[in-house]
């Protein structure tokens, strides 16, 4: 489970004729805060690439844009594979299974 905002716009694409693939990034935050002893820890932000499948990979593309805060339900997946300089990559991304909207970020239309 992770709530975050969205990063980038997602990106869709068909693997089939009629099986869409969402993707896009979402930041989770940690706060800042101060130790007892005084000392300063400051905010650690982690980026999640998030893939979503099918039917709700086609409501991700009509209503998800940047900026928008989700609640994301899924698993976590792991592959690995080689880069264009032959260098072993592994990459972590999380197969959203449920996606709620905790809020909408602002368009053009409608400034919050």
């Not at 992770?2 to 990106?11: A, K, Q, S």
């Not at 032959?86 to 368009?107: G, H, L, M, Q, Y």
Request: contains cysteine.
């Amino acid at each position: 489970m992770l709530i975050g905002n969205v990063g980038r716009d997602p990106e869709v694409r068909y693997v089939d004729a009629d099986r869409p693939v969402a993707t896009f990034s979402l930041a989770t935050s940690d706060p800042a805060y101060t130790l007892p002893n005084g000392t300063q820890v400051a905010e650690r932000t982690d980026w999640h690439s998030i893939i979503v499948w099918g039917k709700l990979a086609k409501l991700v593309e009509q209503y998800v844009r940047k900026g928008n805060k989700l609640f994301i339900e899924g698993s976590i997946h792991t592959r690995t594979y080689e880069d264009k300089n032959s260098i072993r990559r592994n990459v972590t991304e999380i197969w959203a299974d449920k996606i709620e909207f905790c809020s909408v970020a602002p368009s053009a239309d409608n400034k919050q």
